[in-house]
């Protein structure tokens, strides 16, 4: 494995726990959960969802929401590693992770054909701009790029597109990326969801004995890895390193995970050896957390054999949402700020543990003093994806 | 009464496995040739999670009868019979 | 990188033998006619059905089909042990997705309403279906990917699969794309593009409104790092080399990105040919120029190009003929005239 290191040098997140880091860490820190109905689009459903209400966040008819979140989110990052003047020399790379963005999935387009053969195509047009890492690249003027990946893994997109941004620094294809995941709330995926009978009619509350499902949220998570070398060369000392990835299939079914949990010991078991830690060396884990009866149940179990009884974890999608392809890269955020200030929220929605899983996640803001942070994603699919994250 | 209800059940019975076949997609099978106290899930038909939820629609869409809770799921979903009554007690009449 | 196996569906069959007839016998017509559509290069319906390997698929779309079958296919082709099967990852590569079961969702919320939409359909209607589909099919518990960008899809599917190599995340990967035509997107193409009225890409006008002709299909490679399986040929698309020892460029000029003057810039010192017009147009139609590159250097054979019409006189394949080559570059240019360029060689 090559030595170089991977530091993570900006961090951007736009939910609707918040429109920046400190909003959102002033709503972790409040437990407060901005979840309410659903005025984005006409929905029969009344699913509790968790919306970003930002007057300040462009809706136009040109440009998917969901891109508009990711620059929102990019802006934050970009501006806190110190590139808000450009790039300059260097090669950037860019990796996202999207589920909406990627489909022809507008239902006045659709509903206009059915009826009469034919529909303008305006919606087709904006679709065809918004593959999320090439609208990036145009949108920060970021031009000559030649490693630009849109992931479309379902709930790991976000982590997935960071380990494959990973994976080019390491090989030194670039010498930093824009790397995470965004998406919009949209009416597809809650009519898709519901009809699974995998959503909640309540606030979520992962692994909690009586969860009930998830709520859908939407945002956008972004992170700037950059070679620690060329960190240097800018004159800054970063304190936060992506160390490992890990990414394991299931391979046993499209929408339930596969129940000994193979396929996420597997994708840890992964993330950990690259960074050379064992489990001992966690100080907490940020998991995916649904809030569904398998997700949590499969999840748990692992954690619990992986990292023992005492694990400290919780699931921030109490206080997000579950974001989708967003989902990877806010929660990786996440991960750096607890690591960074040294706490973390509590497992908003939790309240009873759950025989069946054994062990409960954290129910109230904890410090954490050690210096290495676990992302868990586990998608639809079957894709189980982990990251690795330290501070110096 | 119990002449009609019966008859009423044969013609749910053979409704529902043609639609089971048709609807979720199970090649090789011929609706004439499932029984009538066929298991649905694992031994028997075979079904999945996504199979129970998809005959959640297949009722409503085509019987109008909603399964408002899937917890009761397992017992409703039992076999052809189980399912067969359960339409049969719900269907508005 | 090397391709140890190979698989293909697209519209005059599945597997490589299909292949080499279709390259040998060369253009046909459109095989389907809509009424939007002056015509399509569809995958026939029988092609995709397989009772054995897709016995445990019966609820698979076609997009999820073409791909089980096409990757099955690239594995079975390349000979690895069996054993090694848990060392593989897969990367998926599609333009569009299975947009054929997004619309047919779509109209299950406008028939049904929200709360009366088919689960089914909802999980196949996602990108990442297929991946996991093969995954499936295969028992492959190794990293799973689904990527897509638009023109650039199957150049980053290879760089991703370069990279993955190099880091040792795996020692096999099967990478491919899959891409299909359905009634919606055959509308979206004829608003969008210009579409041959006689059913051929002239993949050699260069013209500022080039024609196409809209196609389905998927293409897989099996590839390692690992030289004794290198059944076919290297792939790379990150090490170009000299331009010198280029010996022949297979255009990707299929008239899905637009103007099409920038190919008139590149050099005329090789050979050239195109297989869109057998092959059809779709954004991730370099997978299926890479297979028929791949093909070429292994059989150390070319096919003629299928169309003949060159008014920039190039130097295209005129015959099918036996004859030694070592260096092929697939190139597209994509809808805002980047450069995208796949190399494919062989030792001399």
């Known amino acids: ?392 | 009464m119990a002449e009609n209800k019966e008859a009423e059940l044969k013609t749910i019975r053979k409704k529902l496995k043609e639609l089971l076949v048709s609807h979720l997609s199970l090649e090789d099978v011929v609706p004439e040739k499932i029984k009538d106290d066929e298991i649905l899930f694992g031994e028997g038909l075979g079904l999945d999670s996504l199979d129970a939820v998809e005959i959640v629609v297949l009722l409503q869409r085509n019987f109008g009868v909603e399964v408002k809770d899937m917890a009761q799921g397992k017992k409703i979903f039992y076999s052809v019979d189980t399912l067969a009554n359960y339409i049969y007690d719900n269907q508005k009449k | ?348």
């Open chain 1, 1 to 392: 494995m090559p030595e170089t290191n991977i530091a993570i040098t900006g961090l951007g997140a736009v939910s609707a726990c918040g429109n920046d880091i400190n909003e959102t860490l002033q709503n972790f820190s409040d437990g407060a959960r901005n979840a309410g109905k659903v005025t984005l689009f006409e929905s029969e459903l009344h699913y509790p969802v968790f919306q970003i209400n930002n007057p300040t966040l462009l809706d136009d008819p040109f440009t998917m929401r969901t891109l508009n979140l990711a620059f929102q989110a990019a802006q934050e990052a970009i501006l806190e590693a110190e590139f808000e003047n450009g790039f300059g020399n260097l090669r950037v790379g860019i990796s996202l992770g999207t589920t909406v963005a990627s489909q022809l999935n507008d239902t006045d387009f659709y509903r206009q054909y059915l009826n009469q053969g034919s529909a303008p195509m305006n919606s087709v047009d904006r679709y065809l701009k918004s593959n999320l890492a090439q609208a990036l690249a145009q949108f920060f003027k970021i031009t000559k790029i030649n490693f630009c990946t849109t992931i479309v893994n379902a709930c790991s997109s976000g982590t997935d597109a960071i380990g494959v941004g990973l994976s080019w620094l390491r090989n030194d294809y670039c010498d930093l990326v824009i790397a995470g995941g965004a998406d919009e709330l949209n009416r597809v995926p809650l009519d898709g969801f519901g009809s699974l009978s995998v959503v909640s009619k309540s606030l979520c509350a992962p692994f909690d004995r009586d969860r009930a499902g998830l709520n859908l949220g939407e945002g956008a998570g972004i992170i700037i890895l950059e070679k620690e070398t060329i960190a240097h060369k800018r004159k800054k000392t970063p304190s936060l390193f992506l160390k490992g990835y890990g990414l394991a299939a299931d391979a046993y079914h499209l929408t339930a995970p596969r129940p000994d949990g193979s396929g996420l010991e597997q994708a840890l078991e992964q993330a950990l050896k690259e960074a050379n830690l064992k489990p001992k060396d966690v100080a907490f884990i940020n998991a995916h957390g649904t809030a569904t009866k398998d997700n949590d149940l499969v999840e748990g179990k692992v954690l619990a054999k992986v990292f023992g009884k005492k694990v400290k974890f919780l699931s921030t999608k109490g206080f997000t949402g579950h974001t989708l392809g967003a989902a990877g890269g806010l929660e990786a955020v996440f991960a750096c700020l607890g690591l960074r200030h040294g706490w973390v929220p509590a497992c908003a929605g939790f309240m009873n543990i759950d025989p069946g899983i054994g062990v409960a996640p954290i129910t109230h803001k904890t410090k954490i003093s050690g210096n290495c942070a676990v992302s868990t994603s586990l998608a639809f699919g079957g894709n189980n994806a982990a990251l690795v994250i330290t501070r110096n």
């Open chain 3, 1 to 348: 990188m090397h391709i140890a196996g190979m698989g293909i569906v697209f519209n005059r069959g599945r597997g490589l033998a299909n292949l080499d007839q279709a390259l040998t016998e060369g253009w046909i017509m459109p095989n389907s006619v809509t009424a939007s559509c002056a015509g399509v290069y569809q995958v026939p319906p029988e092609v995709i059905i397989d009772k054995q390997v897709l016995k445990d698929v019966r609820r698979a779309d076609n997009f999820s089909k073409m791909a089980t079958l096409a990757a099955f296919d690239a594995l079975a082709d390349s000979g690895i042990p069996e054993e090694n099967k848990s060392k593989l990852g897969i990367i998926l590569t599609t333009a569009f997705g299975p947009h054929v079961t997004t619309f047919g969702f779509l109209n299950e919320i406008l028939t049904y309403g929200d709360a009366g939409v088919s689960p089914t359909l909802f999980s196949h209607s996602v990108h990442n279906a297929a991946a996991s589909y093969i995954a499936l099919n295969l028992q492959t518990r190794g990293p799973t990917l689904t990527m897509t960008q638009f023109a650039n899809s199957f150049q980053q599917a290879i760089i991703l699969a370069e990279s993955w190599l190099k880091e040792k995340r795996c020692e096999y990967i099967l990478v491919g794309s899959v891409d299909q035509i359905g009634q919606v997107m055959e509308y979206i193409c004829s608003q969008k593009l210009k579409l041959a009225s006689d059913g051929k890409i002239k993949p050699f006008n260069f013209s500022q409104i080039p024609e196409a002709v809209p196609a389905e299909g998927s293409a897989f490679f099996l590839v390692t790092d690992n030289i004794k399986y290198n059944k076919y040929c290297s792939i790379s698309a990150l090490q170009q080399g000299t331009k010198k020892e280029d010996d022949l460029y297979i255009l990707d000029s299929d008239g899905m990105c637009g103007n099409e003057e920038c190919y008139k810039n590149i050099t005329k010192k090789v050979a050239f040919t195109s297989y869109a017009p057998v092959f059809g147009s779709m954004l991730t139609l370099s997978a299926f120029s890479c297979m028929a590159a791949a093909l070429i250097l292994k059989n150390q054979k070319i096919y003629a190009s299928p169309i003949q019409e060159n008014p920039h006189n190039l130097n295209i394949l005129t015959k099918n003929e036996t004859l030694a080559v070592h260096k092929i570059k697939c190139l597209r240019y994509n809808c805002y005239q980047e450069e995208l360029i796949i190399q494919l060689s062989r030792p001399r």
